[in-house]
């Protein structure tokens, strides 16, 4: 039983995690509602692992041409400063806040619930009212722009928020078209997750032990499956019918999380 819920966990977080819905909300709701115990979030922060390699090995051609071409190419050299710049605030905001935001927001359905009913909201404002898109390639993004979107994704920490629907939401704003907003979302993942996979690791280093390898590898495993299933065809959503559906289901969620706290479950 505890290797099924390990597997819906992982699940749950390869889903979630390049959504715009908060990966770490729904972990954080899924394992209270499954009575699932991780102590010192060991579990929880090696199946992100599962998430962040299922991303570079997507991108791995890119990754490759990138930096096989860095000492000779402009483009590759503007594409790693832009990801830099943009990484650069969520690194400023993880010093000052980060264990504030675990250690006291992480424990509030309340603010999952309230997080999840206004990032939908805002989601659908900005897809009403959003500046006409004028970058159609996440690569071309100018950098006064790329930090702009770095900024949006500070927003990203208090869970519920979502990291990814952060940096979508501040992509269009800056007028990266949808589908480069998702993707320079997905190229942003990936310094920002290795990041706060490693700073949360060097936290649990102490409760790491092998009485629990197998439902971490259970996790993992399923967490980089779900991952690279749901890449590509939000890709195609995205430009088929663009962020209202997310947007929606995030307010809907918000409501019911409001109605399980009301009556007792959360």
């Known amino acids: 039983m505890t290797l099924l819920v390990a597997a819906l966990l992982g699940v749950i977080q390869g889903l979630t995690e390049f959504l715009p819905v908060s990966s770490t909300a729904h972990l954080l709701i899924g394992a209270r509602l499954l009575h699932f115990d991780d102590p010192g979030g060991v579990f929880t922060v090696m199946i992100q692992l599962g998430s962040i390699l299922a991303v570079m090995w ?16 402009p483009d590759a050299r503007h594409f790693v400063l832009m990801i830099l710049i943009a990484f650069a605030p969520a690194v400023v905001a993880g010093v000052l806040v980060a264990d504030y935001v675990t250690t006291v927001l992480y424990e509030s359905p309340k603010v999952f619930a309230t997080t999840f009913i206004l ?23 100018p950098l006064v722009r790329a930090l702009g979107i770095g900024a949006c994704q500070v927003l990203a920490m208090v869970p519920g928020v979502s990291r990814s629907g952060a940096t979508i939401v501040g992509g269009m704003l ?12 997905f190229f942003l993942a990936m310094p920002t997750m290795m990041a706060a996979f490693a700073h949360s690791l060097l936290k649990v280093r ?5 009485e629990r390898a197998v439902e971490i590898v259970v996790g993992f495993v399923m967490a980089f499956i779900a991952s690279v299933l749901v ?6 959503v ?16 918000g409501l019911a999380l409001f109605g399980a706290i009301a009556a007792r479950w959360l």
């Open 58 to 73: 997507l991108y791995r051609e890119k990754i490759i041409h990138i930096v096989s071409r860095l000492g000779s190419d």
């Open 119 to 141: 990032g939908g909201v805002v989601m659908l404002l900005v897809e009403r009212f959003r500046p006409a898109p004028t970058i159609v390639d996440a690569d071309r993004t």
């Open 174 to 185: 800056m007028g990266l078209d949808r589908p480069a907003a998702a993707e320079f979302s």
């Open 206 to 210: 102490h409760h790491l032990g092998s």
């Open 231 to 236: 890449v590509r065809p939000f890709l195609g």
């Open 238 to 253: 995205v430009r088929r019918t663009g962020f209202a559906p997310f947007a929606w289901y995030r307010i809907v969620l």
